[in-house]
């Protein structure tokens, strides 16, 4: 990695908010099934850390040594801001797929959805890139936060997960989430439907505006939204769901946005089951679950945590994230994959669709240094 040593208040997790943090360090012990980690939670423990994107894959969870909480989001080490941590040199070396490649898929997908059952399925890209100097993945956490908007951030250890992920990280900043519990009390706040942002204060103004008015992307939102209505109302003796979604954005990306609130019947049930319960969303996967699951394992490379969740859980409380705008840094910090997906319905245009994906990108290829649109450099 760096030269110089990392601060000693590096985290192996962190998990930064607007409305509050929490980071660790160290292993007590580490699980890749979540039978485990909830035997863990019930003896009183805490556990951080993600589940992948299939439900039938590892998770990587573990019971941290040093737990430190704060009440606003993060705010990075002066080491990685200034300090010898702050250099980075990134290069991109493969789109997976190419650009016209993943067009053909969602020309496929539509037409499968024309055809079939399938209401919905998101379809996701990646980029490779390659670093030199290695980096060390908290130094890209650090840029995504002082970059996000509202200052959203996080970084897992993926090595719980097994041999294929041992020293990995999964760095990222999602404004999505998928569950969070206080007591008896869970919420929720679902993203489907997306517009690119425009550097014009009017023209931004006019994209949000045709955003919340278009009939794909409303018809879109409302799959996710009933998901969760369908998971979440049966454990609750209140759920309240506008009926309409609202706008929310990045810096890069205007989104459709219904805030979830719900008061649980039986307040011992644990924010861990109830992101098993309602992962994964028709935000990330589609609809039904297991027509879109089928169509992403066949069309795409393995996801692995990508569209998964990141988050924490102690007692009964804890909060999971949707783990998009992310990456999956190698363990000796020389090469990471970097996605990102867009929801497809029937009325979707595919040329539109991979541009969604390209801006999508641009979040965690800022943080990386490099500049919009994907080209890769000559040989």
């Not at 040594?65 to 801001?81: F, N, Q, T």
């Not at 999602?174 to 929720?188: M, Y």
Request: glycine share 8%; hydrophobic share 40%; charged share 25%.
């Amino acid at each position: 990695m760096c030269a110089s040593p990392r601060p000693a208040s590096a985290p192996d997790f962190l998990l930064s908010r607007a409305h509050g943090s929490v980071r660790t360090q160290g292993a007590k012990e580490r699980f890749n099934r979540v039978e485990d980690a909830l035997a863990a939670l019930h003896r009183g423990e805490m556990v951080v850390g993600a589940l992948a994107f299939r439900r039938d894959h590892a998770c990587a969870f573990t019971v941290p040594v040093k737990i430190v909480r704060e009440d606003g989001p993060l705010e990075p080490h002066a080491y990685y801001r200034q300090g010898p941590g702050s250099v980075l040199h990134a290069e991109l070396a493969a789109l997976v797929p190419e650009e016209a490649e993943h067009e053909r898929r969602v020309e496929a997908a539509i037409e499968t959805m024309k055809q079939t059952i399938l209401n919905k399925v998101v379809l996701a890209r990646a980029v490779d890139v390659r670093f030199d100097p290695p980096v060390d993945p908290r130094l890209i956490a650090a840029r995504l936060i002082d970059l996000s908007l509202n200052r959203d951030g996080f970084i897992v250890d993926l090595t719980p997960a097994g041999e294929d992920f041992v020293g990995n990280m999964l760095v990222g900043s999602s404004p999505e989430v998928l569950i969070k519990k206080q007591g008896s009390t869970i919420s929720a706040y679902p993203l489907a439907g997306s517009a690119p942002r425009a550097v014009d204060p009017i023209e931004d103004k006019k994209r949000g505006e045709r955003l919340l008015a278009s009939n794909k992307d409303l018809r879109e939102h409302s799959f996710v939204v009933e998901h969760l209505r369908r998971k979440l109302a049966p454990l609750c003796s209140q759920l309240d769901i506008p009926t309409t979604p609202e706008l929310t954005c990045t810096n890069e990306m205007w989104h459709l946005a219904t805030p979830v609130l719900g008061t649980l019947k039986q307040s011992d049930l644990t924010a861990l089951e109830l992101a098993q319960i309602v992962h994964p969303t028709p935000a990330i996967c589609g609809t039904p679950t297991e027509s879109a699951e089928e169509l992403i394992s066949f069309a795409e490379a393995d996801r692995r945590f990508y569209a998964g969740a990141v988050g924490w859980a102690e007692g009964i409380d804890g909060e999971f994230m949707v783990a998009i705008r992310c990456a999956e840094v190698s363990g000796d910090g020389t090469h990471a994959r970097a996605w990102a997906g867009g929801g497809i319905v029937e009325e979707s245009n595919a040329t539109a669709e991979v541009a969604e994906t390209s801006a999508k990108l641009r979040t965690i290829m800022k943080a990386l240094g490099l500049k919009p649109g994907f080209h890769l450099p000559e040989a």
